[in-house]
C-alpha cells in the first residue's frame, strides 16, 4: 500500500468532522480514535481504503451495551464508507435548490413573510429529547427527520431557509468523517481553523503557492530559507520537492537559517517524513553560525580526526565519544560550507525580522538568476525592503504582489461568493539575483541617463 | 536542453536565455557564438554573454553616444517564461497557476491531463512540479508549435529523468476523449508495456477548455482508479460553471468548491514630506516679499501720480514682478522634483498597477475516487 | 424629532442619542433626566449627558474599583445608525449604500423608491440625501416597526421640511405594485391635488427583494416620464442578476451595468523593529554566557572527577543554570511588550479585519426615459 | 424646462461618444459641435430632449454636397433621437449571445480551431475603401454590414469573438452620442479617461460616495474642506447639498482651505452653477489667514466704514473705491468669523500635505460629534495619520477604509467580472470629532486600566 494513496498504519492524517472543523491524528495500529460528539472508531477499520475516504460511525445493539457500561468513555462505533457522489440526501439537497419550482412549493413559503422569529422556542423537541435520540440513533439523518417533523414554523420557511436550517443540522448531529493526506495546506488550514494565526504569520494557501512557483522551487535545488512559522514553510517546501515520497531519488536540500539559538521546525512533527529523511534534506543553521561562521582551522583546533589505527585501539567508552565528537566535527565542516561556499538556487523567507537590514546579507551567496522571494503579513515591511533592494544592483526588478482567494457558495440557483472570509493572506516581494557588470568606464557609466533599463528605479509600470 | 530542468551555472552556447530588456520586455534567446542580441540602443554581442555566470548583467555603450545600456541574461523558470510571452494569447497566470498546483497538491507524484495545452505556459509549471504531464491540444498549428517548444525546452519525455516528463497529444478531449493510442497524434512513446495504449493514471486534471462539461464524461477512462482524484476547470464565464457543476454531480465528482484568484502587483513609490508648517512659512514668504512690492509701487505711485484711485484696495496684481525672488522653496516649487530627491522628505508608499486584472477564470474544484473498496 | 435632520449642539432631554461603547456595541438611547444608561462597568446618567455638546466623553468611577469608565453620546448619523443595529438583520452596509446614492446622483432632487425597508437602514441615507423617499415593506411587522422608527427618527413626512421626506407603505410590490391610493396601509398623507392617488414620479429606484424581475413591469406606473430615470437591483445570487437583466431588457430599461462592491476595513498596528544585528548580537551574548559556564562547570569537573569523558563534546545542556543571567534582550524576551512600547523602535503597519465582508449583492443599474419626445 | 431633466441651452453637458470616450461641451445656442470623426450637429437639434438622450447623426444628400464643398471642415449632419430599447441591432447582438444554441449554429465555429491568424490581411476591403463606404454612408450599421460580407474568414469565428468584432467595429463606425447631466461623478470619470490621474489624486466614484456619506454631507451643513483636486471635491460636496438646482432653499456652505496664496477650484467652471451661487456657498480661506487670521483691531486699523451720510456725500469714482473697500473689509471679517468662530458640521480633506500636522489643527473647529474624513491616494499616508489621531483623546475611532467597485460583462449567457480595471481609488480614513472629558481626578483616571473603551488605541477588532 502506497502511504501516498492509501490510509496506512502509523500515519499522521487529517480528519475532516462534520461541525467543518479539522483534526490531525496519528493512526496507531489496533488503537481507537475519538471524535467527541461524533462518536469514536478504531484505527484498523478504515486501514487500506484509499486517502480521501469518508466514514461514518454507527453504533449496532452490541455498541449500545458498551455504551450503557462505560458511561463515561465515548463508546467505539463501526464504521461504513459513504459514497458521497451517490448521498441520496445529498443529491436531494442540490436538486431541490436547482429546481425552481421547489421556490413555489406548497411546502416552503416564498418568503419568510409570516416568519417572525425563528428560534429555539419552535423547536419543540428538548435537547433532552434530542440526547435521547442521538443515543439511540442509528444515522444523524433520522434525528433530523424527528427534529423536522416536530419543528412547529419549518414549512413556515423558504426553501432556502430550509436548506440552511437542514444542513446546520446535519453538520451537528451526522457521524461522518473524511480521512484526508495531511498536505501543507492542510496543515495550515488547520492551523488557522485553530486560530494560530499569529503562528503561522496569517499566510494563506494561496500566497505559499505563489511563493512556492516563484521560487521555482523544484526537486533537485538546494534552497536558503528562514521560517518564522515553526516548520510550514519548510513542510511547504518540503512537500513540493519530495510529495511525501520517502524513498525519493532527488537530491534537493533546504538550508534553515534561524535566529534562535536552536532552529523551530516542531511543525515537521506532524508530516510523515521520518527523522532521518528531514535529517537528509534540511539543514539547520544558527545566524551567528551563518553570518559569522568559525574558521575550518578553528574547528579543526578543537578536534582532530584519528588515524584507523588509532580509532581501532580505542576502548569502547573512549570509541564512543570519539565518533560522538566526529560526527559533530564533520557537521561543524558542512555548516561552514553552507555558509560560505554554496552558491544557493533561491532564498525564501517568512520571518518577523526586519528586512532591510537581512535580505541583502542573506542573498550574499544566492546565485545570479535566482529567485527571492520574502513573505511578510504586512506590505509596509515589503515596502521599505524594495526601496532597499531597488538601490542595489544585485536585486532584479524587486515586486510586491499580492494574491487573493475568493471561495464561492456553489449551489446551483443560488451562485455566489461566500458572504464573508478570512481578511488576510499577507504579500510577497519577489526579484531575482543578479550580477551588476562592472562599470566599463566608471565615470562615464554613472553618467547614464538613458539606460535601456533605469538600474536604480525599476518600476512595475 | 536542459534550461528548464537543470540550475545552470554558467551561459554555454545553445542556451535558451531569456533577456531581461525590462519588466515588460523579456525575450527568448538562443545562444550562439558570433550573434548580437540588437536592440533599439545598440547591440550585444552573444560573446559578452557566453561564459559568464547567469543573471549577469551586460553593458554596451549606446548607438552614437558616450552612455551605457544594460541588460540581464536569466536562465527560464515558468514564470519568467509566462511572462516573456506576447500578452494577446490566452494565458494562465501565476496567480492562477500556482493556486491550482497548490491547490490539487501537485507534487512529484502527480500524474497531470491539461486540456488545452494553449500557449504552452501552464505546462511549464506542471512540468516543473509533477510526475507526468499529458496535455492535449485540439488545434492543429498550436498543437505543432507547442510539440516543437517542449522539444526545444527540454520537458517532452517519458520522466525517466527530472522534468523531461511531458507528452502532448493532438486531441478534442470533448469529442475523443483523453485515451492515447498508437497511430495517434502525439508524442507520447510508447514503450513494451504500452504498446498499445499509454497508461495515463492521471490523479490531476485541469481542463481549460470552453466545453469542460463535454469532457468530463471521458476522463473516467483516464483516471486514477485506486487514489482520490482532483479535479480543476478553469472557466471565463459563470454559465460555464453553472454546466459544469451539474456535469460534476452528474459523473460522480465530489468536495465542489469554487473560487476566483486575483493577483495584484504593487509599485514602491514615494511621496513627498509637506508640512503644515513649511506651508504656512512659505505663504509668509510670498506674503513679505508681495508686501514689499506693494510698499515699492506704493512709493513709485506716491511719487509719480496721485494719491486718489486704485491702491491698496488688495486687487494687486500678483503678475508683477515683485523685488526680490521668493527664496523659501520647501517643496522644491518651479522645478520638477525626482522622486526620492534627497533635498527633501519623503514618505514610502505604494500603488497597485494602474490596470489590474480584475478577472481570469472562475476555478471549480472537485474530486473523485473510483474504487471505494479497501485494499488488504 | 429632529436628530437626524438638523445638526445639534447640545445634548437635550428626550434627544434620541447613540451610545458608542466600542467600535461593536453602539446603543441608541433616549435622553431622560433622571435615568441611567447601564453597563458592566456601571451606569451612566442621562443628567451627566444632558446639556453637554454632542460627542461629550463622559466619565464615571467603575463599580466596586477606584478606576474610570468612559462613553462617548453621539448625535444619529445614517452611517452610525447602521453600525448600532444588531448584525444579524440583513443590512444594506455603508460601501454598498454610498456607492448606490452617488452613482444613482441620488439628492435634492431624486424621487426615490426603495422597496423593501428591511432594517430602514438604508431609508435613514436616502432621506438625509433625496427630496423624497417612498419606501414599500411586506412584511407586516417590519413595516410597523419601521414606521415607528421613522416617526421617532422625525424623518417621516411630505418633504415640507428638510429630511422630513419619508412615506412608508405596507406592500408586496411584486404582486400589487407601487402606486399609492385611498385605504392603502401607508403613512402617505393625502392632501389637496393628490386626493386619489400619490404622483410619485420617481427617478430613482433601489429593489432590494428576491424577484426584482416581478416587480420591474410595475414601475412604469410611478416613475417620472419626462426624464431621466435611474434604477438598481440589489441580489445576492449571480441567477437573480440574469433574471433581472432579462426583465430590464423586455421592458425597455437600458444602459445595463452590474458591478459588486467590496469594502474593507484596516486596523492600523506596529510591528517591533528588529534588526539582524540585534539577533547576531543576542545570540552572541547566549553564547558567552554558556562558555562562561561552560568553563566554569569544566573547572569544577576538572577539580571533582576525573578527566577523561564526558566534556566539551558540544552536548552541554542548556538548561543548566548558567553563570550570569543573559543580559542583551533588544526585542524584549521573556515578557510580553506592549504594541508602541516606547523603548522599542516599531514600524506603522495595516491589517485588514480578520474576517471581511467578502460579498454583499450584486448591483444592476439601469435607467429608462419614458417619454423621448422633445419639449418645446 | 428644467436644465436638471432637460437639455437647455447655455448648459455644460457631457457627451458619450461612440469610442465609449466622453467630452464636455457647452450648449451654445445656435452653434453647432463638432464630434471629430463621429460627425457634427447643431445645437439647437437637441434642445429640449431629455437629459440622458442618445442621438445619431446623419447626413442627407444636402449634407453630402456641403461636404464636397468645405473639405476640411466636419460637416454639420441632422440628428434623430434613438430609442435604446429598441435598437435592433442591440437587441439581436443579445439575443445572439443568450440562445445557446447559436454556439453551435452553422455559421460561427464552435472555436477558433481552425482560425490562426485574425489580423487585417483577412479583411479584404481596403482602408480606402472603407472611407469611402463612410463618406457615402447613410449610418455605421451598413458599413459594417459590407464589412462582414468582404471578411474572409468572419464565419470561422466563435459567436463570441464574432459579437467582439462586430462591437468593435459598431463603437468605430457608429454615429452615435448620448447627452448626460455633467454630474461631479460624470467629471470625475471624465478627467480620470483623459489621464488627469495625479490631478484628482486617483479617486474613485465609489471612494467619495463613501466619502460623501461618512461625513454625513447635507443641504444644511456648514463644512471645512481640504481640495487639493482643482475643485473636484468641492463640485461632490455641491452636487450632494444642491444637485445642480441653483434656486435652492438650502443655506448650507463649504468654507475651503486652499495652501496656496489663490484657491484653485479651476473644476467648478464645468459646473452649471453660477459665480453667484458659488460665492453664496463657497468661502475660500487660505492656510495662513485661517490659522493666523488678523484680529478685528487689525482689520478695522486698514479701514473705517463710513456714516451712510458720508458716502452720501462721496462723489463717483472715490464713492466705488470705498465701496469695493468696504467689501474688501466685510470679507475680511467674514474670514474672521470663518477662521475662528464657526463650529464646523463636518472636515473632509483630500490634500498631499502631511497629514499628521495638519488635521489635528483643522480639527480645532470641528464641532463635538461630527465626522471628519480624509482622503489619501495611499493607504501609507493615512496609516500615518491613524496612529497620531489615536493618540489625541479628540479623536473618535479612527478608521481606515478602501472601497472597490468592480464592473462585470452583462451579456447574458458570459457574465463575468471585466478582465481588466483600473487599479488605484484611494482611500478613506474617517472618525469622529468627540470632546474629552476633564478627568475627575487626574492621577486616578490617568491609572484607569480597565476603561470600557481603551482610550488609546481604539482598534477595529
Known sequence: MDPLKHIVAGQHVILKLPSNNSKIVELKPDGSISLGKFGSFNVNDILGYALGTTFEIYYNEENQETNQTNKNKNPVGQVRVIDNSKDTSANEESRATSEENDLNSMDSSLSNKNLINVGNEIQKMTMDEIEQLKKQSVSGNEIIAKMIESHGSFHQKTSHSQEKYLKRKKQKFSKRFTVNYLSSSALLSFLLEKGDIQRVMDMSEESMGMLLNLANIRSNGTYLCMDGTGGLLVYFLLERMFGGDIKTKFTGKIVVIHENEHPNLDLLKFSNYPEEFIRDHVKTISILDYFEPPTVEEIQQGFTPLSKEEVHEMKGNRRNAYFRRLKLYKGQLEMVDYATKVQYDGLVVATTLSLPSLIPRLSEHVHGSRPIVCYSQFKETLLELSHTLYDDLRFLAPSIVETRCRPYQTIRGKLHPLMTMRGGGGYLLSCNRVIPAPEPEPVQAKGSEEPIETLKKQKTE | ?376
Chains 1, 4 share one sequence.
Not at chain 2, 8 to 34: C, F, H, P, Y
Not at chain 2, 111 to 125: D, L, M, P, Q
Not at chain 2, 246 to 263: P, R
Not at chain 2, 329 to 336: A, H, V
Request: charged share 30%; proline share 3%; aromatic share 10%.
Open chain 2, 1 to 376: 536542453m536542459t534550461c528548464f530542468t537543470e540550475y545552470k551555472d554558467l551561459i554555454q552556447e545553445g542556451d535558451l536565455t531569456l533577456i531581461w530588456i525590462s519588466r515588460n520586455n523579456i525575450r527568448a534567446v538562443v545562444m550562439k557564438a558570433g550573434e548580437n542580441f540588437n536592440t533599439r540602443y545598440g547591440s550585444f554581442p552573444h560573446n559578452d554573454m557566453i561564459g559568464k555566470p547567469y543573471g549577469s548583467q551586460i553593458a554596451i555603450r549606446t548607438k552614437g553616444s558616450n552612455k551605457f545600456a544594460f541588460i540581464h541574461v536569466l536562465q527560464p523558470t515558468p514564470e519568467l517564461w509566462t511572462l516573456s510571452l506576447p500578452h494577446r494569447t490566452q494565458i494562465v497566470y501565476t496567480p492562477d497557476s500556482s493556486y491550482i498546483i497548490e491547490r490539487m497538491n501537485c507534487g512529484p507524484n502527480a500524474r497531470v491531463i491539461e486540456a488545452g495545452t494553449g500557449s504552452g505556459s501552464f505546462s511549464h509549471a506542471f512540468a516543473r512540479s509533477a510526475q507526468k504531464l499529458f496535455t492535449y491540444e485540439f488545434h492543429q498549428v498550436r498543437y505543432e508549435q507547442a510539440l516543437e517548444e517542449f522539444k526545444d525546452h527540454g520537458i517532452l519525455g517519458d520522466a525517466s529523468k527530472y522534468g523531461e516528463n511531458v507528452t502532448i497529444t493532438h486531441r478534442d478531449v470533448c469529442e475523443n476523449g483523453f485515451r492515447i493510442k498508437q497511430n495517434d497524434t502525439t508524442s507520447f512513446e510508447f514503450g513494451e508495456d504500452e504498446e498499445i495504449e499509454a497508461k495515463i493514471n492521471a490523479n490531476v486534471i485541469f481542463l481549460d477548455l470552453p466545453a469542460p462539461w463535454d469532457a468530463i464524461p471521458n476522463l473516467n477512462d483516464v483516471i486514477a482508479s485506486d487514489e482520490k482524484v482532483g479535479l480543476c476547470c478553469f472557466s471565463p464565464c459563470i454559465e460555464q460553471v453553472d454546466k459544469t457543476l451539474e456535469a460534476l454531480e452528474k459523473y460522480g465528482w465530489t468536495d465542489v468548491e469554487m473560487v476566483e484568484v486575483q493577483g495584484k502587483q504593487y509599485e514602491s513609490r514615494r511621496q513627498m514630506v509637506r508640512t503644515l508648517d513649511d506651508a504656512l512659512n512659505r505663504l509668509k514668504d510670498i506674503k513679505s516679499h508681495k508686501l514689499e512690492g506693494v510698499e515699492r509701487r506704493k512709493r513709485l505711485l506716491n511719487e509719480t501720480i496721485n494719491e486718489s484711485c486704485g491702491i491698496d484696495d488688495g486687487s494687486v496684481d500678483d503678475k508683477r514682478p515683485s523685488t526680490g525672488k521668493t527664496k523659501f522653496n520647501p517643496f522644491g516649487k518651479g522645478f520638477r522634483v525626482k522622486e526620492g530627491d534627497k533635498e527633501f522628505k519623503w514618505k514610502d508608499v505604494t500603488k497597485v498597477e494602474s490596470e489590474i486584472k480584475s478577472h481570469t477564470s472562475y476555478l471549480t474544484f472537485a474530486s473523485k475516487i473510483v474504487k471505494k473498496d479497501r485494499l488488504a
